[in-house]
């Protein structure tokens, strides 16, 4: 099989810690036996895309040229929703040609992990998520083989190989290609926040919930802990449009870190809630803002991490008053999420209007990346989902 398509090809950064992405004609080849060929519907952008394409090549095992992209909705062999026939590799057993999907994050299924019902801590999940593949896909104009398979499907691009790993069927889930569009990114953000809260927070309505930035995973986190009757929830952001969109979605609490009168989150924390976050969720990755959400943890508290800090970053902690704390400091990929089970379980919540992701998203052609960007980057949007158009 060769097949041409549109991507959003990422080469490395000319400027530090800057995505340099152009869309560009690839070539694909072929697929292997556990793989689909879909055209791609809607892809959702993610802090994540940006990042692992704005890092130096040789950085933690990134090379260029690659396309990222994995928060999408396809449909396998175009039957109801595109116009080209597709096909699947000989062991795809999850879906059949016309079925709607939506993507997450790729697993091995096989290691102790993925066993266990924890694929996000998958052994192979660097190597199959950040890193990809470099068999399926080159550059049109000079045959230079391009990374793909990222998360196991790099779905900015129009049509792609994607990992039946990464694909949930939503057949009998949604009920017409607009919805479909909205749910595109379920897959990774909200589904992170979801599950930070849900699965690694494991929060009660006893506990007052600290969640710093927010994206798409601190409102899921929000949505969450709503949902789950958290006593407080305590959001933070410097935009302050997205801090009135929180209060709609469940915030208690708010703290705007521009304003003039903030000093510290540890101080603006114990002023509203003078023993602390029992759960703190932080999604920034701001040096400062870690460690100052450590200490607005209460003792015994669950301190989880998810924003990615700088590279080289290392947070210090007084051993002897962490002992004493009780306090746990965890890292969080993907929520600890079975995307087969939380997908479906954020679309019975967005049903029932507890998670109402249709505030958070707006849609963008996939040729306006850039502004959905810009967007993203000054706050004027929170979940930028790029429409492709199908031929």
């Not at 499907?153 to 694909?167: D, L, N, P």
């Not at 802990?225 to 969109?245: F, G, N, Q, Y």
Request: hydrophobic share 40%.
């Amino acid at each position: 099989m060769i097949a041409k398509t549109q991507a959003i090809v990422a080469r490395e950064p000319t400027e530090p810690l800057k995505p340099n992405w152009a869309m560009e004609e690839v070539t694909l080849g072929g697929f292997g036996d556990d793989e689909m060929l879909v055209d791609m519907i809607a892809t959702g952008i993610c802090h994540t895309d940006i990042v692992l394409s704005s890092v130096p090549a040789g950085a933690i095992g990134i090379a260029y040229p690659k396309i990222v992209g994995h928060e999408g909705i396809r449909n396998p062999v175009g039957v109801e929703l595109a116009s080209i026939v597709r096909e699947i590799g000989k062991n795809v057993k999850t879906v059949q040609p016309g079925d709607p999907i939506l993507l997450s994050f790729y697993s091995c299924r096989t290691c102790e992990q993925c066993r266990t019902e924890h694929p996000a801590y998958c052994d192979q999940f660097a190597k199959g998520n950040y890193i990809g593949r470099q068999d399926t896909m080159e550059t049109a104009s000079d045959s230079q083989p391009v990374w793909s398979q990222f998360f196991g499907q790099s779905s900015f691009a129009q049509t792609t190989v994607a990992s039946e790993a990464s694909v949930v069927n939503v057949k009998n889930l949604i009920k017409n290609l607009d919805e479909l569009k909205l749910l595109a990114p379920l897959g990774c953000g909200f589904q992170t926040g979801m599950g930070a809260i849900q699965n690694i927070g494991l929060a009660t309505p006893n506990d007052v919930v600290l969640i710093t930035g927010l994206g798409a995973v601190g409102m899921g986190a929000i949505m969450t802990a709503k949902i789950l009757k958290c006593k407080s929830i305590i959001a933070v952001d410097r935009v302050k449009s997205r801090l009135e969109i929180a209060k709609s979605l469940g915030a208690t609490h708010i703290i705007d870190t521009s304003d003039s009168a903030f000093t510290t989150l540890y101080e603006a924390v114990r002023r509203l809630i003078p023993l602390g976050a029992s759960v703190a969720i932080e999604t920034t990755g701001v040096p400062t803002i870690i460690e100052q959400s450590v200490q607005a943890t209460t003792p015994r508290g669950r301190f989880i991490q998810i924003g990615v800090p700088p590279l080289q970053y290392e947070l210090s902690v007084n051993l002897t008053q962490h002992i004493n704390s009780g306090r746990s400091i965890m890292g969080c990929i993907e929520g600890d999420c079975v995307p087969e089970n939380a997908i479906p379980q954020m679309i019975d919540w967005y049903r029932s209007g507890n998670f109402p992701i249709d505030k958070l998203v707006e849609y963008f052609d996939a040729t306006d990346y850039e502004h959905a960007l810009r967007k993203l980057k000054n706050g004027e949007t929170i979940k930028p989902v790029l429409i492709w158009e199908q031929s």
